[in-house]
């Protein structure tokens, strides 16, 4: 079981940058494929970059080249380092936890949520 909590969001012009954090708490942690969603009003969340326990990452065709995820699990937190932004990416973001890096349904830990928008 893990508890997360997402920091990090705002408002931002397009082309600024943004920085997401989020805080696991639970001994389990290190095991844990930790993702981040996005969801904008209308539409549905969808997966925006994972990293598995090893560290291997992946994301979205399109953030590639401006988004990047990380984590530091001495720290037991998960990040997001958001460059170049663009008004499309403006959303909820959320992050997750679960066992595998997979679809939507395969993550049982969920924050609350953090906004980021993007004006042009």
Do not use: H
């Not at 508890?3 to 705002?10: C, K, M, V, Y």
């Not at 012009?13 to 942690?29: D, F, K, M």
Request: proline share 2%; glycine share 12%; aromatic share 10%.
């Amino acid at each position: 079981q893990v508890q997360l909590s997402e920091s990090g969001g705002g408002s931002v012009q397009a082309g600024g940058s943004l920085r997401l954090s989020c805080a696991a708490s639970g001994y389990t942690y290190r095991r844990y494929c930790m993702a981040w969603f996005r969801q904008a009003p209308g539409k549905e969340r969808e997966g925006v970059a994972d990293i598995d326990s090893d560290g291997r990452t992946r994301d979205l065709d399109s953030v590639k080249g401006r988004f990047t995820i990380s984590r530091d699990n001495a720290q037991n937190t998960l990040f997001l380092q958001m460059n170049s932004l663009k008004p499309e990416d403006t959303a909820m973001y959320y992050c997750a936890a679960g066992f595998v890096c997979g679809r939507r349904s395969d993550y049982d830990a969920w924050g609350q949520g953090t906004q980021v928008t993007v004006s042009s």
